[in-house]
Nanobody, 117 residues
């Protein structure tokens, strides 16, 4: 069983930055694809970015060049650095872990990011 603990959300002005963190407790982090998803108000959850155990990354077009996903395997933690935030980035951000060996999927509890003047 894997527990994902997120932190780093909050309120920020347009153009500002935030860094989200997600610590994976339990399980084998080395076989896990880590991802960040978000769910804007009234909309469906969408992929923001993901990173493989080998550190290959994939981003939604809307966040490319503004967001950076990274992972520290020694801390079993994934980060999402978000720059140049706009009100359109307002959402609940969820951490996801997909174990390539067991094919099990885990979700964090979500952290709110609000971008407002």
């Amino acid at each position: 069983q894997v527990e994902l603990v997120e932190s780093g959300g909050g309120l920020v002005q347009p153009g500002g930055s935030l860094r989200l963190s997600c610590a994976a407790l339990g399980g084998s982090f080395g076989f896990v694809v880590m991802g960040w998803y978000r769910q804007p108000p009234g909309k469906q959850r969408e992929l923001v970015a993901r990173i493989t155990p080998g550190a290959s990354t994939d981003y939604a077009d809307s966040v490319k060049a503004r967001f950076t996903i990274s992972r520290d395997n020694t801390k079993s933690t994934v980060y999402l650095r978000m720059n140049s935030l706009s009100p359109e980035d307002t959402a609940v951000y969820y951490c996801n872990a997909y174990n390539l060996v067991t094919q099990q999927d885990y979700w964090g509890q979500g952290t709110q990011v609000t971008v407002v003047s």
